[in-house]
Each structure stands twice: as structure tokens, then as C-alpha cells.
């Protein structure tokens, strides 16, 4: 992975991040913590859109998208492991 690569890879996890804390109300978790969540939804999203045939297409815009999506996920999910 190049250096390139990898600054556009924390790149689209922490606006993924970002853009997930602001659909899940009142889950930020600042600059790093928003990284960590993008990443870790594009890893959610990477085993559910294939499962359920889903593809967003290619690029940056997608890509984000696609981080997104699942960083709300793994927060909903997060949110429902926290009141059981």
C-alpha cells in the first residue's frame, strides 16, 4: 500500500465516520474515533451488500458511501448491544 493509498484510505474512513455520527444522533467520536468507525463499517458493509447482492459502484464517491452505510450499521448496532 502506498502512502498515497493509504492517506485516501483514512480519508474515506473518517468522512464515513463523521457522515454515520451525524445519521446516528449523538455518536461522535472525534477525528480518530471517526477513522476507526469508517473503516470498521466498510469491513460491516463488506460482508453485507455482497450477501444481499447489493453494488454501489466504484470510486471515491462509492466508496464513502459504502463506508457509511455500514458505519450506521455497526452503530445501530452498537446502540442496540448497549440497552440489553
Known amino acids: 500500500m502506498t502512502l498515497e493509498s493509504l ?20 455518536y461522535g467520536f472525534g477525528i480518530l ?10 469491513f460491516v458493509a463488506g460482508f ?4 444481499l447482492h447489493i ?9 464513502i458511501i ?3 452505510i455500514g458505519a450506521v450499521i455497526l452503530l445501530l448496532l452498537v446502540r442496540v448491544l448497549k440497552r440489553a
Open 66 to 68: 459504502h463506508s457509511t
Open 7 to 26: 492517506v485516501i484510505f483514512l480519508l474515506i474512513g473518517a468522512v464515513a465516520g463523521w457522515l454515520s455520527g451525524v445519521i446516528v444522533k449523538g
Open 33 to 42: 474515533g471517526n477513522i476507526v468507525v469508517g473503516i470498521l463499517g466498510a
Open 55 to 63: 453494488s454501489l459502484g466504484a470510486g471515491l464517491v462509492g466508496a
Open 48 to 51: 453485507v451488500f455482497p450477501a
